[in-house]
């Protein structure tokens, strides 16, 4: 149905190879998942397939998509194009009423459908609602969606996995979240850039996530004790022919003129010691490579970093909570102490969002508490026209541009990505400046909104640990399950009459 044939992408900028030579094949029933650090190319790669003309602008492109059927395209961010759009315009063309099943399923009724809410003003969850439902009614073959499951209340996410495990069409996607992997994914296309990004490389198993990452860690272990093996053989055969060279020079040495045929020998001797030491050079050249993998890395937080339990780090009280004149939600109270990590989720639009801004707000002033904020959008708190340096090191003091490249050098940020602009960095990559300036300013209270949102299934597990292992107070706003249930001690529910504790009853993995 899809048909890539020696597809090669580059990055005009540097000229980095994001993809060389990659061919691959989606076929019917197919629930492809492309995983891969942060900044590899996956979502280019998408848009290459989708319409090569908007990756041609940034890339050169070579190789040929062939397809069959009608493809539609779910964009990791809303269009600009759109956003000013009203929802009545926005599906004025459709024949809804023939989708009331896809409409009912997603939450989203025709009164408001054709509203004059505009685009732009919707939660994240509703726009990707809304752009699922028009695309879905164009009827496609193929789907290719990119981070479809951001910004969605667990009951939408949870509705988005039973589609891509139960839809007709064959669906090349992108994700984030490990659950949805791990219960959806029939095919991983992994891309990795190895050797400090020199590299590209691509790798397809048609198996599930769980088994893909089995089999790796199974073969990279095997490689690697083949290749350590040839080296210690090596070593202990040089260090003998090393022994045997130098008992066969010293006798040269030695040997005196009166035994001419004695010298003969040696010098033949020499000849086949000195062919033996040929050979185990060649064979050395033919030697198994230690296995290159793409290691995810994130600078870690101190770990005298801590907040007492006795401490109030929030005593916050609201009526209502409104955006504009909208009234979200009411009677919302929130205590929170010392070294407490909470998580909160609620349906989209319920006003999640809004009441961190809020928060931030009663935050970020204090002087007994060092705050950080990692909002939904990052452009909230990131200048895109700044690189990366400027943006860490705000103070330009050379003692501050030196420690910021170099923590950037360890999370394996090339020189142009240090110095580029952070607009044109990938959402992960900025997700790890944000980190990366918590660390530095050395915050003790993190007001972090959808955190694990833009790390990929490599890296969410570190994020993890290092948000499990952090000494001060967390509070965040999240839809990632394995999140919610390795990270956060307390989960609250945000609804229309206040917050509510959780349990975790859909953390489990189903049998």
């Known amino acids: 149905m899809l048909e890539l044939n020696n597809v090669t992408i580059s990055l005009k900028k540097d000229g980095r190879n994001l993809v060389d030579k990659f061919s691959f094949t989606l076929k019917k029933r197919d629930r492809a998942v492309i995983i891969g650090e942060e900044g590899n190319g996956k979502s280019t790669l998408l848009k290459f397939i989708f319409n090569r003309d908007s990756a041609e602008e940034y890339c050169d492109c070579t190789g040929d998509i062939i397809t069959k059927g009608r493809m539609a395209y779910l964009p990791q961010m809303m269009d600009e194009s759109i956003r000013e759009c ?10 809804y009423y ?18 004059d809410q505009k685009l732009g003003t919707l939660s994240g969850g509703e726009k990707v609602k809304v752009q699922m439902a028009r695309m879905l009614m164009e009827d496609p073959d193929i789907l290719l969606l990119d981070e479809p499951t951001n910004d969605l209340d667990i009951a939408t996410l949870e509705w988005m996995e039973r589609f891509i495990a139960e839809s007709p069409q064959a669906i090349l996607y992108i994700s ?6 791990e219960r959806t994914a029939n095919v991983i296309i992994h891309m990795e850039q190895i050797i400090r990004k020199s590299k590209c490389r691509i790798s397809v198993a048609r198996c599930s996530y769980k088994e893909y990452l089995e089999h790796r860690r199974e073969t990279f272990d095997h490689q690697e004790q083949v290749a350590q093996k040839q080296r210690d053989d090596y070593d202990r055969q040089m260090e003998k022919w090393r022994r045997i060279y130098n008992r066969v020079d010293h006798e040269q040495q030695v040997i005196t003129r009166q035994d001419p045929g004695g010298a003969r020998l040696l010098k033949k001797k020499m000849h086949s010691v000195l062919s033996m030491g040929r050979r185990f050079e060649r064979e050395k050249q033919n030697f198994t490579d230690f296995p290159q993998e793409e290691e995810a890395i994130l600078a870690k937080f101190d770990s005298d970093i801590c907040l007492p339990a006795g401490k109030v780090v929030l005593n916050f009280s609201c009526d209502a909570l409104r955006l504009g004149e909208r009234v979200l939600a009411g009677n919302i109270n929130l205590h929170v102490s010392g070294g407490e990590h909470i998580g909160i989720t609620g349906k989209n639009g319920v006003g999640k969002s809004t009441l961190f801004s809020v928060l931030w707000e009663e935050l970020r002033d204090r002087r ?15 200048d895109l026209e700044k690189t990366p340096i400027e943006f860490l090191a705000d103070r330009y003091t050379k003692e501050e541009m030196t420690r910021a490249r170099t923590y950037m050098g360890g999370m394996r940020f090339t020189h142009e990505e240090m110095t580029g602009k952070i607009g044109s960095l990938s959402g ?4 790890k400046i944000l980190f990366l300036d918590m660390v530095l300013k050395k915050a003790n209270v993190l007001l972090l909104d959808e955190p694990t949102r833009n790390f990929s299934p490599l890296s969410a597990p570190v994020v993890r640990k290092a948000l499990r292992e952090f000494g001060g107070t967390i509070i965040s ?13 307390r989960v609250l529910e945000l609804k229309g009459d206040g917050l509510f504790k959780q349990e975790h009853p859909y953390l489990a993995d189903p049998e």
């Not at 315009?89 to 459709?94: K, L, N």
């Not at 023939?98 to 509203?115: G, K, M, N, P, V």
């Open 86 to 95: 009203t929802l009545a315009e926005y599906f004025s063309d459709t024949e």
């Open 98 to 115: 023939l989708y009331t099943d896809i409409l009912r399923r997603l939450d989203l009724s025709t009164e408001f459908l054709f509203s």
């Open 176 to 181: 984030h979240d490990e659950t949805l992997i």
């Open 368 to 382: 007994d508490i060092a705050a950080a904020y990692m909002p939904q959008y990052y452009a909230q708190v990131l």
């Open 428 to 431: 992960g990559q900025q997700a």
């Open 477 to 489: 706003i999240s839809h990632d399950r394995k999140y919610l249930s390795e990270v956060c001690g």
